[in-house]
């Protein structure tokens, strides 16, 4: 080898060197950033994952949920008791912003059925759509049940340094005198009801009763606990006492109420019943009209079974003297015989007899549904119930605004129908 050679071939091997250590950093890099980017999108699809899914599964979600339901629902009713108290304790001002966040927490309620339904009327292999309703539902609960234990936790504190027990009390036991006697109005009209109705008719009034001399009993037994504590110039830990007090006494005033509204619904029962049977009789000389001027066979027949169940509803509905009766169960007999004509005869009507018969049979309809609504809320109350039954009876009270609001008598006639039918629904469920 030539000497000056040697330079060049140490200054070669050292430039081999170097690209090779490049090539392997660059090697090195490469799969580093490509494990990087790896793991990272099995992270973010895994914590995306877990966002839109969580741990558990579809149906242990869904059983979460209406854990959360149930516990919102009862806890709303709970507020109505607190808030009421709240502003007899402290007054309209002090509790203005708990009244707020209690309508708030309402209003989430009923968005979180209505997401239930719309989630029950979703195909069960819809298992991404049904996922994605469950936790808006979830959602919508735990940030009202946020809401409201802040203000159970504010009014905690506040009862604590309460200072006014001697004029509470006062005020408590005045109220006490006022819901007694209210009682006492309200079951001698239930006396003087059970001369005309059955006895099923006046069940949710007189449990209502039940349910306000019980609490009654507990409100004045609590304030007779309190008293010893009370002096003129202070308080002796009895604050949590007077609050027992008078939550009990607040159920007591809308158990009262409750069973005043029964009675007053059978009584509006009682009068949509006589305007139907006017307007059964009236439409059954239609249908025999149009019995005879149908324009097909199937037409005429659907007319003629139509006409058979009016007939035996007015028979069924008719006054018999002495004879004690069920004016809801009535009028359900009437509704649902004049919807079968009604849609007997939607063909042969035009436009303007149908927005005649809509109006005259929404009114009766109408209070069908307030009293089956009633009967539901009054047993909810009473004995609790799952969610699906929660979620048609606030279906049925969402169906019963929109027919309020609705300027369409046709339109209004349907939706008070589909109020009338989850009512039913939520019924049978709350019994199952």
């Given at each position: 080898?030539?000497?000056?050679?040697?330079?060049?071939?140490?200054?070669?091997?050292?430039?081999?060197?170097?690209?090779?250590?490049?090539?392997?950093?660059?090697?090195?890099?490469?799969?580093?950033?490509?494990?990087?980017?790896?793991?990272?999108?099995?992270?973010?699809?895994?914590?995306?994952?877990?966002?839109?899914?969580?741990?558990?599964?579809?149906?242990?979600?869904?059983?979460?949920?209406?854990?959360?339901?149930?516990?919102?629902?009862?806890?709303?009713?709970?507020?109505?008791?607190?808030?009421?108290?709240?502003?007899?304790?402290?007054?309209?001002?002090?509790?203005?912003?708990?009244?707020?966040?209690?309508?708030?927490?309402?209003?989430?309620?009923?968005?979180?059925?209505?997401?239930?339904?719309?989630?029950?009327?979703?195909?069960?292999?819809?298992?991404?759509?049904?996922?994605?309703?469950?936790?808006?539902?979830?959602?919508?609960?735990?940030?009202?049940?946020?809401?409201?234990?802040?203000?159970?936790?504010?009014?905690?504190?506040?009862?604590?340094?309460e200072v006014v027990a001697a004029e509470t009390e006062h005020e408590l036991r005045a109220r006490l005198s006022t819901v007694r006697a209210r009682q006492t109005a309200v079951r001698g009209a239930i006396a003087e009801s059970a001369m005309s109705y059955v006895e099923s008719a006046l069940t949710a009034a007189r449990r209502q009763l039940d349910a306000a001399s019980i609490a009654l009993d507990e409100s004045e037994a609590a304030l007779d606990a309190a008293a010893p504590g009370i002096s003129p110039t202070g308080v002796n830990a009895v604050t949590d006492t007077l609050h027992t007090a008078a939550a009990a006494l607040h159920r007591a005033d809308r158990a009262v109420s409750a069973a005043d509204s029964a009675l007053n619904e059978l009584a509006d029962a009682d009068a949509a019943v006589a305007r139907m049977r006017a307007d059964a009789a009236s439409d059954l000389l239609e249908a025999r009209v149009a019995r005879e001027t149908a324009p097909d066979p199937e037409s005429g027949a659907r007319i003629v079974t139509a006409i058979a169940a009016n007939e035996r509803a007015l028979e069924q509905t008719a006054p018999a003297s002495g004879t004690v009766y069920d004016p809801v169960l009535q009028l359900a007999l009437l509704s649902d015989a004049a919807a079968e004509l009604d849609t007997a005869l939607a063909t042969a009507r035009n436009q303007q007899q149908r927005f005649e018969h809509a109006r005259a049979a929404y009114q009766g309809t109408l209070v069908a549904a307030r009293s089956q609504i009633s009967v539901v809320r009054e047993l909810v109350g009473r004995s609790g119930a799952s969610a699906r039954a929660r979620t048609r009876l606030a279906e049925a009270e969402r169906q019963l605004m929109i027919a309020e609001a609705e300027t369409d008598p046709v339109e209004a006639l349907d939706a008070i129908r589909r109020s009338v039918t989850h009512a039913r629904d939520a019924d049978a469920l709350a019994r199952y």
């Open positions: 080898m030539v000497p000056h050679a040697l330079p060049f071939l140490l200054i070669t091997d050292t430039a081999e060197l170097v690209r090779g250590t490049t090539i392997a950093v660059i090697t090195v890099v490469v799969l580093v950033v490509a494990i990087g980017v790896v793991a990272f999108v099995v992270l973010f699809r895994r914590g995306g994952d877990r966002g839109i899914r969580g741990t558990s599964s579809q149906s242990a979600l869904e059983s979460r949920t209406a854990s959360l339901l149930v516990i919102l629902d009862d806890r709303v009713r709970e507020a109505d008791n607190e808030l009421g108290f709240a502003v007899a304790q402290f007054g309209a001002a002090a509790a203005r912003d708990f009244g707020s966040a209690l309508a708030e927490a309402r209003g989430q309620l009923t968005e979180a059925f209505r997401l239930g339904q719309q989630r029950d009327d979703v195909s069960a292999t819809a298992d991404h759509a049904r996922r994605q309703l469950t936790l808006q539902m979830t959602a919508l609960c735990e940030k009202a049940l946020a809401s409201l234990d802040r203000f159970d936790a504010a009014f905690t504190e506040r009862r604590q340094n």
